[in-house]
């Protein structure tokens, strides 16, 4: 196991490279169901449930594999890691894929690092002969970021669910079609 691996999150005070010089990769780790827990713990966006769910999926795939039907993309710097994503086939759907989580650490952000890691989710869907990425959020003004990230990337809200969530707290779907390509 590398050293890079016992690290947690990059800090502010982190050098923070490009999306191209990252080190990626796909296998999960046993240090990695910490180490998301803690990368999405430091975005502060996520409550304590959340945080543990993040969590679980991890250690589903590490006791199922890929039959666990959550996969994940990981985003390394020297001092940790940088993002990550969780994505994997909907069950009962044909070639409908979902992105369950994709998180990257607050000194890392706005570098593309977001965007590059759903460019490697699509390209595994692609090569899985999937065709439609979902991802959902809330239409609350907390996650208007998120929203923005989700549109500047090429999806488009498919679905609002009003008061899904809680009164005033809607639920958005948003769809991509991946198989026409770029994020
Ligand atoms: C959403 C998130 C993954 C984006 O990662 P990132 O590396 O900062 O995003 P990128 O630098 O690749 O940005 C990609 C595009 O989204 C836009 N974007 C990203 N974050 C944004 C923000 N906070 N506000 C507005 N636009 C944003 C960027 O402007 C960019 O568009 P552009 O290339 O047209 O300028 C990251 O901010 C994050 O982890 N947020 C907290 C967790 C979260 O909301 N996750 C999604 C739900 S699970």
Redesign the pocket.
């Known amino acids: 196991m590398s050293a890079v691996a016992n690290l947690a999150v990059p800090t502010p005070t982190s050098h923070v490279p490009s999306p191209e010089s990252l080190c990626w990769r796909t296998d999960v780790r046993m240090a990695d169901a910490a180490r998301v827990a803690e990368l999405v713990a430091a975005?502060v966006?996520f409550n304590t449930e959340e945080i543990a769910i993040a969590r679980e999926l991890v250690e589903e795939h590490l006791i199922k594999g890929r039959a666990s039907g959550y996969w994940f993309v990981f985003a390394e710097t020297a001092d940790g890691m940088a993002?990550y994503a969780c994505f994997g086939p909907i069950p009962a759907t044909v070639t409908s894929y979902h992105l369950y989580?994709?998180?990257?650490a607050p000194a890392?952000?706005?570098?593309?690092?977001?965007?590059?890691l759903l460019g490697r989710v699509e390209a595994a869907i692609r090569e899985g002969v999937g065709t439609r990425l979902y991802a959902e959020?809330s239409s609350r003004l907390q996650y208007a970021?998120?929203r923005?990230?989700y549109e500047?990337?090429g999806f488009r809200r498919a679905a609002l669910l009003p008061d899904y969530f809680a009164p005033g707290d809607g639920k958005i779907i948003y769809e991509k079609l991946v198989s026409l390509g770029g994020s």
């Open positions: 975005t966006f993002g989580w994709i998180a990257v890392c952000q706005a570098r593309g690092i977001g965007r590059a959020t970021p998120t923005e990230f500047r990337t």
